[in-house]
């Protein structure tokens, strides 16, 4: 049993991750092994990304104080809470490892630009590349017309000797 106090206490954290975090998932995990569990908290924590289980009640608590947009998702099952200081990479690494653990974890929605956003709209936020992905497609696109213009004039020079 959770005393008043302790739950005072985990809303105020809950309510320090929202306010300092650039995006929010609601992550639903059911039958989730311990090992599981430390290596997507080991991943996370890893790639500056916070992860917190907390009861839905207190959650809701928690996000009552919040002005944000849009309708809650339903918080349906056991909450996950994926947070962090970069947009993106919240939503991006725990999709990650909702492929890799076949529906154990599942996105079932979160808080991104000041509002809420559906279960869909937080799987197209998590299949954005990160930057250093978008930074060598950019490359790769630039290279390209370069690459075919040397492969043209060598064939000419094959041809013309």
């Known amino acids: 049993m959770i005393t008043k106090e302790k739950k005072k206490e985990i809303v105020e954290k ?26 997507i908290r ?12 907390a009861r839905k009640t207190l959650v809701k608590i928690a996000l009552d104080g919040e002005k944000l947009e849009g309708e809650r998702p339903a918080l349906d099952g056991e909450l996950a809470l994926v947070y962090g200081s970069d947009a993106l990479a919240p939503a991006r690494e725990i999709y990650g490892f909702q492929k890799k653990l076949d529906g154990k974890i599942s996105i079932i929605g979160g808080i ?15 299949s954005i590349p990160s930057l250093q992905a978008l930074r060598g497609m950019f ?18 020079a094959k041809l013309k000797n």
Request: proline share 1%.
């Open 14 to 39: 809950l309510k320090r991750a929202f306010k300092d975090s650039k995006s929010v998932v609601f992550a639903n995990f059911k039958g989730l092994s311990v090992a599981d569990s430390s290596a």
């Open 112 to 126: 991104f630009e000041g509002g809420y956003k559906s279960k869909e709209a937080m799987l197209a936020i998590a």
């Open 139 to 156: 490359v790769n696109i630039i290279n390209s017309p370069i690459q075919r213009c040397a492969i043209a004039l060598n064939e000419i």
């Open 42 to 53: 080991r991943a996370l924590r890893a790639e500056g990304v916070g992860y917190s289980v």
